[in-house]
């Protein structure tokens, strides 16, 4: 299992980034996918699942309706599109699966919001 984020970057605060997330290894399409983040010295938490063929999402509560998740399942990805970004979402932002019991992540992309 491979998990291989990209997309993060520096943006203003109100700015947008879309973080992208590629999957190999296993049958992307029985997976379900997370996004989770990890700011500096906080610990990692949850910030949107997507079930296996995208029609349902969820998103913590930090969220407001400014991120979305979807993924492509004919390209194994994952996407993130982040809005309305601000300082407080500066963090390591991660995608998480589970195969057969264990967690994958992937190597992080790093998001940082500042004017």
């Known amino acids: 299992v491979q998990l291989v984020e990209s997309g993060g970057g520096l943006a203003q605060p109100g700015g947008s980034l879309r973080l992208s997330c590629t999957a190999s290894?296993?049958?992307?399409?029985?997976?379900?996918m997370r996004w989770y983040r990890q700011a500096p010295g906080k610990e990692r938490e949850w910030v949107a699942t997507i079930s296996e063929t995208g029609s349902i999402t969820t998103y913590a509560d930090f969220v407001q309706g400014r991120f979305t998740v979807s993924r492509d399942n004919t390209k194994n990805t994952m996407s993130l599109q982040m809005n309305t970004l601000t300082p407080e979402d500066t963090a390591e932002y991660f995608c998480?699966?589970?195969?057969?019991?264990?967690?994958?992540w992937g190597q992080g992309t790093q998001v940082t919001v500042s004017s």
């Open positions: 290894g296993f049958i992307f399409t029985r997976a379900t």
């Open positions: 998480q699966v589970i195969v057969n019991v264990r967690d994958y």
